[in-house]
């Protein structure tokens, strides 16, 4: 069974949160700020937060700032992830992974299916990894992101989870870049 292992260290790690949404400004984002409150009270760091319209160079754009940006661990997002003509986070996030998590909106959808059903299936959560940086696309409403936090990353971003958790796959991240 997963656990927390005591004996290992906490390690906080540094996470960018950006909102992609035409509508939401930084007082009604409550998905945003969802995350925010879940990462801190975590333990983790807030490295930096924005707002992104439904553009997908814009949303590329920032994926790209935050991933040069030395600062920045781990990028999780909220919004855009559905199937209408504006929804295009899915398709900005994957046109800049150099190794897609398959597994991630895989786990997602199954986790949220037992809550919402078959509405899940509009879900198009996303992650990958780009240069070191772990990049989450998570759906647009407070419930999503606390489910997506709750049930998947809080484990997954904590260096004690056993049997193993993204963190301590950090320092092995970017052996490919050696060659």
């Known amino acids: 069974m997963p656990r927390i292992d005591e004996t290992r260290p906490f390690v ?8 992609v949404s035409d509508t939401r400004t930084p007082e009604s984002d409550k998905s945003g700020d ?11 760091i807030l490295a930096d937060r924005t707002i992104v319209s439904d ?15 030395p600062e920045v661990d781990v990028v999780i997002s909220t919004g855009g992830t559905g199937i209408t003509g504006r929804d295009v986070t899915p398709e900005a996030f994957e046109a800049i992974y150099e190794k897609p998590i398959e597994g991630f909106g895989e786990l997602f959808r199954m986790l949220s299916y037992q809550k919402i059903g078959t509405s899940t299936i509009q879900s198009r959560a996303t992650a990958g990894v780009t240069r070191g940086t772990y990049l989450f696309a998570l759906p647009g409403s407070p419930s999503a992101c606390r489910d997506g936090w709750e049930m998947i990353l809080k484990d997954q971003l904590d260096y004690r989870h056993r049997p193993c958790n993204f963190v ?12």
């Open 12 to 19: 906080p790690v540094r996470i960018a949160v950006m909102t």
């Open 34 to 44: 969802a995350l925010v409150e879940l990462l801190t009270e975590a333990g983790h």
């Open 55 to 69: 553009d997908r160079g814009r949303i590329t754009m920032q994926l790209t700032r935050w991933v040069d940006d």
């Open 168 to 179: 301590e796959l950090f320092p092995r991240l970017r052996e490919h870049e050696a060659d």
